[in-house]
């Protein structure tokens, strides 16, 4: 039985929850389902609907209001246990780039998700980041780090490609990233990687579930002419 062990974007009631059976109430009976990740939906969207590529390694990351990401090899969503979470790598040790800040509480250590995400930003700053102006300098200093994060992922990951997507990205104001990719030129174990943005928006999800869909059925010797 498949049990929510933590969330960190709901409330803890859910922590613990079998999946399950919520499912079951919802939908007033027996249901067969299968749970992902929802970044590793959309990132399936954006391999074959979207930016990324069906060959290779492919990296998908999110910067939203937390960030994530997943690993793709040839057009795969790479075996896991648990979860990946690339947000939560430590960009700052010891906190002392941002000494004192709310979302070093833990530990006194910054990891990535509370230097670039929205929820981030708006503990540091004291503000949402769709408020702050596109030319204030804050969004260069957000792509630094964005960049520093990104790097360390291509060098674990080893992908090919790597897109990037969630509202700190797509949005406006955006994160820029030129620089991101700039910086993965400039190292020499990271020089071929190619950064793009993603480009399905709202509907990643959906592209990725029905990714699932086809390829579970093609899996099955189902075709889309007996259906």
């Not at 039985?1 to 919520?22: C, D, I, M, N, Y």
């Not at 249901?31 to 990324?52: I, K």
């Not at 937390?66 to 990946?84: A, H, K, L, N, P």
């Not at 090919?160 to 030129?185: C, F, K, N, T, Y």
Request: proline fraction near 6%; charge should be negative; charged fraction near 20%.
């Amino acid at each position: 039985e498949q049990v929510l062990a933590f969330a960190p974007r709901l409330t803890p009631a859910w922590h613990g929850k079998s999946l399950q059976r919520l499912a079951k109430e919802w939908m007033g009976g027996e249901v067969a389902a299968r749970w992902f990740n929802d970044t590793m939906l959309v990132g399936l969207g954006e391999l074959y609907h979207g930016a990324g590529a069906t060959s290779g390694i492919v990296a998908y990351l999110t910067i939203s209001t937390g960030v994530g990401g997943c690993r793709f090899v040839d057009g795969q969503i790479e075996t896991y246990e648990g979860s990946f979470e690339p947000g939560h790598i430590i960009i700052d040790a010891g906190g002392a780039l941002c000494e004192g800040c709310a979302p070093c509480a833990l530990d006194g250590e910054c990891d990535w998700e509370a230097m670039v995400s929205g929820s981030g930003v708006a503990a540091r700053y004291s503000k949402p980041p769709e408020t702050i102006p596109s030319d204030d300098p804050l969004w260069e200093e957000l792509a630094r780090w964005t960049a520093v994060g990104v790097r360390n992922i291509a060098l674990l990951w080893t992908p090919q490609v790597i897109v990037i997507g969630g509202s700190m990205v797509v949005g406006d104001p955006a994160i820029p990233l030129e620089p991101v990719q700039e910086a993965l030129r400039r190292h020499p174990l990271t020089s071929q990687v190619e950064v793009r943005k993603a480009q399905c928006g709202a509907l990643g999800g959906l592209y990725g579930a029905l990714v699932v869909v086809e390829q579970t059925e093609q899996h099955a010797g189902f075709s889309p002419s007996t259906r």
